[in-house]
């Protein structure tokens, strides 16, 4: 003790000091954050008869991180959940495991329940949804990096502002790049679905939405009404923004449907280019061999169906190759029973190949019948992949490919082999090649035979998208003269530009003037082209075909 002390005077003081400090302490107490132990329990919304209640309570659990969470909402899913409210206390939520239950709570099997006591967790479609939701959330933890970034993806559909807390926690681990910016996306359509957040935070939220520039995220932030002034201005810059990339995407599909119609336009028109480029012969009855190529993928689908469905997915690449040989003999059959006999007579040859198209038609009704015949998409060749705004279908990017090899295969045949030279030397001078020891007449069998059967590979391709029946060919054969006058009477590579062109024009006029207008313009301004350019695009050179 020091000097003077006087104890009882330092025992008061101690009192009265600690008094004071459970005075200040009081209301501290009082406002202090509940503890982990006393946050409401989610299992007891589950419980009610009242939907809205159970959708909330699925909500509730789904962002919880119970560890029953994921059990509990597959039960109510299956319709295995089920209520016991005949106890004292809160009301048991039990899975159903055959004859037993067990608490979902705590994943211990409960006994003692009786049957009559206990109901069934009723549904409807908003807990249908909530349940979907939930799992979504539950999948941001997953251990596959794509299963999370999907489940962040349907998180960003419902865009619940319920999920916030476990996209936080789901966001703080993830080390993926692709399914962490799905998680921010998805956080921030949550935080603009609901009243929560700052200003700056739902700006930036905003700002997240319009670098994901999709037309999800552009409904999302039209549907945003009664916003503070910044948040409201953000939304408005941010849908402009949305607005330009949409009909910059819509651009690029019209773009992608164009090529893809240049591609069906290419193989109808190639065989085409390349007999009439060699011979002048106004051959109307090239669409059926189109035609022809169509009913020979009917008729190998329907081989493959009854005795080797397991190569149906192969069946393409079987019917390809006998197109070609039944479209390409029937050519030369007609070039040597028929077409020779009238060359340098090209008005009755015309109507010579038209009366033979009308024949050949009249012969595949007659043989399968006038309805449209059923040909089936591979698996490999069906569905589409979406990228940005821009959606590829698996069938017209295979056409489009198809295209290119077939295009490549006959310049090779064109440029590297002796049928290729032969045939551009009867192109550019019938005479001197004769006069050369060129067999003219055999080549001219072989270069109908060969443009047929390239013919009869196109309608391979066109059996994927369009009805396999006898008037297939017409609908082309028109289209595929004015892609080989533009381009240049017998040149591949006009042939080429030309049906793009023509394909992409089609699909970009087609929005305002309708599909059968948008062809009549392409039409007049053919014929405008030819007018100033009779021999198109790109013309051919010779002595021959310069006169």
């Known amino acids: ?137 539950l999948d941001l933890f997953a251990a596959d990096a794509d299963t999370r970034q999907k489940a962040a993806e349907k998180v960003f559909t419902s865009h619940d502002p319920a999920a916030l807390p476990l996209l936080a926690r789901a966001i703080a681990a993830e080390k993926d790049a692709g399914a962490k910016r799905a998680m921010q996306q998805a956080q921030a359509a949550s935080l603009l679905a609901g009243d929560g957040g700052s200003d700056a935070e739902r700006v930036a939220a905003v700002a997240i939405l319009r670098l994901r520039g999709d037309v999800e995220a552009k409904s999302l932030l039209q549907s945003l009404h009664d916003q503070s002034k910044p948040v409201a201005a953000a939304i408005a810059a941010a849908t402009s923004s949305l607005a330009r990339i949409e009909q910059l995407w819509s651009v690029l599909q019209s773009v992608f449907y164009g090529i893809s119609l240049g591609s069906v336009l290419l193989l109808a028109a190639a065989g085409l280019a390349i007999t009439f480029g060699v011979m002048g012969v106004i051959n109307m009855a090239h669409g059926e061999m189109v035609m022809l190529g169509a009913y020979t993928t009917f008729m190998v689908q329907e081989v493959i169906r009854t005795h080797a469905p397991g190569l149906f997915g192969a069946s393409l690449f079987i019917a390809v190759p006998l197109a070609f040989l039944v479209s390409g003999i029937a050519g030369i059959l007609i070039e040597r029973c028929m077409i020779r006999f009238l060359y340098g007579r090209p008005l009755e040859t015309l109507l010579a190949s038209w009366g033979l198209s009308l024949i050949l ?187």
């Open 1 to 137: 003790m020091g000097w003077g002390s006087d104890p009882e005077g330092d025992v008061m003081v101690s009192i009265h000091r600690l008094l004071a400090v459970l005075l200040v302490s009081l209301p501290l107490l009082a406002t202090s954050p509940a503890r982990a132990d006393d946050a409401p329990d989610p299992f007891i919304g589950l419980a009610s008869q009242n939907f809205d209640i159970v959708a909330n309570a699925i909500s509730a659990l789904a962002v919880s991180g119970h560890p029953q969470a994921a059990a509990t909402i597959a039960a109510i899913e299956a319709d295995n959940l089920y209520v016991d409210a005949a106890g004292d206390g809160a009301p048991l939520i039990l899975i159903k495991q055959g004859d037993s239950y067990i608490d979902a709570r705590t994943g211990q099997k409960a006994s003692d329940i009786n049957e009559d006591d206990v109901d069934s967790v009723r549904v409807n479609n908003a807990v249908r949804r909530a349940i979907e939701a939930a799992k979504g959330g």
């Open 361 to 547: 038609q009249q012969g595949v009704r007659s043989i399968f019948g006038s309805s449209n015949r059923e040909v089936g998409t591979p698996e490999w060749m069906s569905g589409a992949v979406q990228w940005g705004g821009l959606v590829i279908t698996w069938n017209r990017l295979t056409i489009i490919v198809f295209a290119v090899i077939v295009i490549a295969a006959l310049m090779a045949v064109m440029r590297g082999t002796s049928l290729g030279l032969r045939m551009r030397a009867v192109t550019q001078n019938r005479r001197m090649a004769a006069a050369m020891g060129i067999r003219t007449p055999w080549i001219d069998a072989l270069t109908f035979g060969l443009g047929s059967g390239v013919a009869g590979m196109a309608g391979v391709a066109l059996s994927q998208i369009d009805n396999v029946s006898p008037n297939l060919g017409q609908g082309y054969i028109i289209d595929s003269f004015m892609v080989v006058v533009f381009g240049g009477v017998g040149n591949l590579w006009g042939t080429v530009v030309s049906a793009m062109t023509l394909g992409i024009v089609n699909k970009f006029l087609e929005p305002f003037a309708g599909a059968v207008l948008g062809k009549i313009v392409v039409l007049i301004a053919l014929i405008l082209f030819i007018q100033r350019k009779p021999r198109g695009m790109f013309p051919l050179k010779g002595r021959a075909v310069e006169q």
